[in-house]
Structures are given as C-alpha cells and as structure tokens.
C-alpha cells in the first residue's frame, strides 16, 4: 500500500503559476485566491505529486511520510 | 466616471527618472486609470496587478497577435513595417499565448528552469562572477552595467543555449541590438529588427543540428518541443532569442539597479556586509521589490470587465505596473524605505499567475551571487557618479551607466 503523505503549499510565496495542478490534478486545485491547495493527498501517485513540487517555480510545495515525518520534498 | 488631473504623458523626464511618485500618486488616487494619450488602462495596485495576473483567462497575453494600434511613443511612417515584422515575430514567443497553446508550450520549457535544475548552474554563475570581477579589480573601477551586468547573464545564457566559445562575441552584438525593446527611441525599430533577424539566421542551424541529436540545451528542448509538433520551426528560433533577452536586460537592470540601492543606502550595504552569505536572498527580494528591473507589462483584456467600478471593454489595451504594486502601503509597511531584511516580501517582480517569470529561479540566483560577491571583494564599493541616467522605456527600469570604483 501507498504511503500517506502530508503536503503543504506556502500561500505567503505561492503565485498561482499552477503548474503543480497540471503535474498532480487530483491532488492540487486552485482556491478563490488562485493559489494552490492540496485537496486531496491521495488523488494521485506519490510521483506525480513530488514531480508537481519539483517544478513549482516558487518552491511552495512541501512533501512529508504522514506516518514518519520525513521530507520527502525538498 | 471620476477624473483625476493627471498628465497622461509616461515618458517625460521626470516620470523616467522618478516612476515611483507619478505611479504612485495613480496608486492612491485613480487606481485603475484611463490614459487617453496613449489609449490604455493603467493598472496600480497590489491586489489588483495580483487578481489580474491570475485570471488569465480574462485578460490575454496575446498582445502582439492581437492588438492592432500603433507602437508607442511613436515611430516614424518609413519604420512601420519593421514593426510589423517585430510584432509578427514576436507573437510567436510562447508568452505571447494564452491558454490552451501556452501551458502546452511552457511544459516543454518549464522543467529546464525548475529551481533544482537552476541550483546546478550556481557554481558555473560564480565562476564568471570571480572571472569578471577580477578584470575589473585589475581595473580599479568598473562599470557596473557594461562590465558586470551585461556579460554575466550573457555567459550564462550563451552556455545553455549551447553556443561554441568563439561565437559568444557574435551573440553578444546580436543582443545589444535586442535591446533596444526596451528603448523609447524613435529610431529603435532598425536595430531591434535586424537583432531578431540575426538571431533567426544564427539559430536556425543549431536547431538543425538538434532536433535528431539533442544535447542538454535549451534549443535541443524547445527543438524537441518542435519534434512532439508543440513548436514551428519559427517558435523554436523566437522563443531562442526570447531567452537570449528575456534573460538579459532583466538580469542586467537587477544588479545595476539593486546595487544603486545598495550605494543610495549606506546603512544597508553596511548591515549586508556584516553576513553577505546569510543576507543574500532576502536582499535580492528586495532589490527586486525596491527598484524592479521590470516597470509595467501589458494584456488585452478578453472580455468585459468590471475592476473598482470601471468596466474594461473587450480588447481593451491594459498596462500594469510593478513599480507602483511593489510600493503599495496596502502590502508593505514603509514601502518607500530599503530594507534588505524584509521577509515576507510578496512583490511582483516576476508577475504571478501562469505566466509567472520562467526565468525567476536563475535571475535570483545570479542577483544573489553578484551582490554577495561585491560585498565580499569590494567592501569600499561607491559610486563614480552624481547623476543617473534611464534609458527612456516604459516596460523596463535600466539605467544607461553606472560607474563605481573599489578603493
């Protein structure tokens, strides 16, 4: 079984470039702010979603083993 | 609709050397302005340049393709299909679409300039900083636009495009002809033109060559972009020299303007050279917030809207502006005032939204390292001069020539 993952966008440096819902759609989806949110950490794999935090150009994105705490991203 | 006295003329003198008090005054009295002079909106304010960039949808970027009305300030007649052929040339940059075509066309280029993939270049980014300081240590002074701002980005760029050593020269004339997008000459359109047309010829073998061998270059990317039918072969020529300048006069007003901060604001350099190492982001963030190489950049609004109780008409031409946004006393507290420890520091420097500055990671990175490495090799660092000069742009803030010596 997947491991659970915690994720967390930094709304204070997030700017809605969006690329991440493109890399992880079930996982990211933007608010009425157009800044990113993580709705859902299971909606897609684990390596889709440490491919969208790789290519957020701002660096918002941070991964983490739910269970273990270990950062995953970056 | 409310009127506000305000003389719509962006391009005097005074507007070019102080753009902060004439966008600012906009700011806080007439925050989404009407300029009938030049036939567009202005746009002021933090929250409104934020709401704006990140509704794409409603307001396009696809200026060039679609906006029918005149350069300005004004060309000759004779010069006119220069700018037709500019505006045709350059409304194949892939910033110049919305989307669907844009996110098709910036996945293919987006994963070189991830911040990971930038890091890597941070140690080839020192080395031509040592490089070039060190020519000008020999010197004793320096100026730091054509001696420092103008060769480091073109180094950097020149090695991910992939150019052979003994080219560089070449490309480097090719530039300084590109630059003059960002000039409020009359005459600029020559020059500019025969820059895109040179970088078309320069390109096109290279892309030849690697589009069946592609290396880990930015034209064998957007070659390969081609090759998966997201890219004409004139996308990938343009969207060369869009890096080749997109790259450039940014990078290149960051550090002259960011290091005429550092010399206005003595306290500040001083506090920066106590910890050049540890200080060095969040300095770079505020030099791009305080002075922001970029001033204004441009949408057509796609559909009617309604911004502060004024309605955007379809097509409508719209101008927002960094310079004012990144002062807004709504986000920032002392806006006016330098502060190289201000954290968070949400400026708009690279826009926001999904057109978002592709390059933003690389030019941090390169501002981080050159404001270090003057702190650390020249800690005497002043100016030369009394007077600063501005080239006469509306979109960018470049200073002609900034003189400083070391003793």
């Given amino acids: ?74 | 609709m409310a009127m506000v006295a305000v003389n719509d003329d962006m391009f005097t003198d005074d507007v070019i050397a102080d753009p902060y008090t004439y966008y600012g005054r906009l700011r806080d009295e007439d925050p989404v302005h009407w300029n009938e002079k030049y036939d567009l909106w202005v746009l002021t304010r933090h929250a409104d340049v934020v709401w704006m960039t990140r509704h794409h949808e409603l307001f396009s970027n696809a200026v060039f393709r679609n906006d029918p009305r005149p350069a300005y300030p004004a060309i000759p007649a004779s010069d006119e299909p220069l700018y037709d052929y500019a505006r045709e040339y350059q409304a194949d940059q892939f910033i110049q679409f919305d989307r669907p075509e844009h996110l098709e066309m910036r996945k293919i280029v987006h994963g070189y300039f991830t911040p990971r993939a930038m890091e890597a270049w941070r140690g080839f980014v020192k080395n031509a900083i040592t490089e070039l300081l060190d020519a000008a240590e020999d010197r004793g002074h320096m100026d730091v636009m054509k001696d420092f701002a103008t060769p480091l980005p073109l180094l950097v760029i020149a090695q991910m495009m992939g150019v052979p050593k003994e080219d560089r020269p070449y490309v480097r004339h090719l530039a300084e002809k590109l630059l003059y997008i960002g000039r409020g000459e009359p005459d600029r359109m020559r020059p500019f033109v025969e820059g895109m047309q040179g970088m078309i010829e320069y390109v096109a073998p290279l892309a030849n060559e690697r589009i069946d061998k592609p290396g880990d270059d930015f034209i064998s990317v957007l070659a390969q972009g081609e090759k998966k039918g997201v890219f004409t072969r004139h996308q990938v020529l343009v969207n060369t020299s869009l890096l080749l300048l997109a790259g450039h006069e940014t990078t290149i007003n960051l550090m002259c303007n960011g290091t005429l901060s550092f010399m206005r604001h003595p306290d500040q350099w001083a506090l920066f050279k106590t910890d050049p190492e540890g200080l060095a982001k969040r300095a770079t963030e505020e030099c791009l917030r305080y002075d922001a190489p970029v001033k204004s950049i441009q949408r057509l609004a796609a559909q009617d809207v309604e911004m502060r109780g004024k309605t955007l008409h379809k097509d409508d031409r719209i101008r927002w502006f960094i310079t004012s946004a990144n002062r807004d006393p709504e986000v920032f507290a002392n806006p006016d005032t330098f502060d190289i420890t201000r954290d968070p520091n949400p400026h708009v420097g690279f826009g926001n939204g999904v057109h978002h500055c592709l390059g933003a990671t690389l030019a941090r990175l390169e501002g981080q390292e050159a404001f270090k490495a003057l702190a650390q090799r020249f800690p005497n660092l002043h100016l030369e001069t009394e007077t600063i000069e501005y080239q006469p742009s509306i979109a960018l803030r470049s200073i002609k020539s900034l003189p400083v010596a070391f003793d």
């Avoid at chain 1, 390596?47 to 701002?58: D, F, H, S, W």
């Fill in chain 1, 1 to 74: 079984m997947a491991r659970k993952l915690r994720i967390r966008v930094d709304h204070n440096v997030c700017v809605g470039n969006a690329m991440c819902e493109t890399f992880a759609p079930h996982v990211f989806q933007l608010n009425a702010n157009r800044q990113s949110e993580a709705v859902n950490p299971e909606g897609d794999t684990e390596e889709k979603i440490l491919e969208a935090a790789e290519n957020c150009p701002v660096s918002a994105i941070f991964v983490e083993d739910a269970e273990t705490g270990e950062r995953l991203f970056p």
